[in-house]
């Protein structure tokens, strides 16, 4: 290896581990070149870890949804070298990506909300969650024949006469919460939002949600019995958040659903902040500061 890796160097790439395997240079510098006022030490530095063959990169020619002004940021992804030098360092098993334009803005919002939560876990003093891959396989050996409900473990695809429906979240986590009495798990099947998708594709959504309840298949996810299981959607406004909410009134499993927009969630506002709305715009939070 031909530069000396530091710490600061092994945060970065285990962020990216947090993230599910790829954050984009202003997050990064963000979170760990906080005195560098131009970026210039950070990107020469992510830079230095991509000619090591630690880091890939990519940078998305056309975005569609994003809030980012002026030049799109860079986006670095995990390498196979990269994955074994953490896990070599401290233990922690992590995974390449191979990374490509198609649908890098979505799965960089996966990665951010992948963060928050994270973050919030620590700040809160609870486990790491326990994360499923909108992407990751099934234990099982994958052949090019399979259907994708037979290949991703959170894709579920039914049939009900002669209807034909899908539940695929775009990511799962299951929490452990502590509580003065004790603790209790929360699973949540995240949906993040970036207004690309129809009203009705999103109606659509809930209707493979309740079927996955019907069939009980939220007890397999992480093979733990008696968790509560909510879904969360993250929107690109409060506007958009309140359309689907209305969406979704009264309609099937829609109690299971909670909304917030994605200003709104910080590693601070995840647990203790009133930014979860229900189908009828009730405000929730995950847990109460009388609790505390």
């Known amino acids: 290896m031909g530069i000396r890796i530091n710490d600061r160097d092994l945060e970065v790439l285990s962020s990216l581990v947090e993230a599910g395997g790829l954050l ?8 760990h070149f906080p005195l560098d ?7 020469r530095r992510l830079r230095m870890l991509r000619s090591e063959n630690l880091l890939d990169v990519v940078r998305a020619s056309v975005t569609y949804g994003s809030e980012t002004l002026g030049r799109v940021p860079l986006v670095f992804s995990l390498t196979k070298q990269g994955a074994e030098l953490i896990e070599d360092v401290t233990g922690v098993s992590a995974k390449p990506i191979h990374l490509t334009v198609q649908n890098l803005e979505h799965r960089l919002a996966i990665a951010k909300v992948r963060l928050i939560v994270s973050d919030a876990c620590k700040q809160e003093g609870f486990q790491k969650p326990d994360w499923i891959g909108e992407y990751e396989h099934r234990k099982t050996e994958i052949h090019p024949k399979m259907k994708l409900a037979e290949r991703y473990r959170l894709c579920h695809q039914y049939t009900v006469d002669d ?3 899908t539940c695929w979240p775009d990511l799962a986590s299951m929490l452990v919460i502590k509580h003065p ?3 209790s798990r929360l699973q949540i099947l995240w949906e993040i939002d970036r207004s690309t998708e129809r009203l009705a594709q999103i109606r659509a959504k809930l209707t493979g949600y309740h079927q996955f309840f019907l069939n009980r298949d939220e007890k397999r996810l992480f093979g733990i019995a008696g968790m509560r299981t909510r879904i969360f959607f993250v929107t690109s406004s409060e506007e958009r958040c309140k359309s689907i909410a209305e969406l979704f009134r ?6 299971r659903v909670r909304l917030t927009w994605s200003k709104a969630l910080t590693q601070t506002s995840m647990f203790r902040g009133s930014i979860w709305f229900t189908s009828k715009w009730e405000c929730r939070k995950i847990i109460s500061n009388s609790n505390s």
């Open 24 to 31: 984009d240079s202003q997050t990064i510098h963000q979170r």
């Open 37 to 43: 006022s131009t970026s210039e030490a950070c990107l």
């Open 163 to 165: 209807s034909k429906y």
């Open 181 to 183: 009495t004790g603790e």
């Open 250 to 255: 009264d309609q099937p499993s829609s109690e």
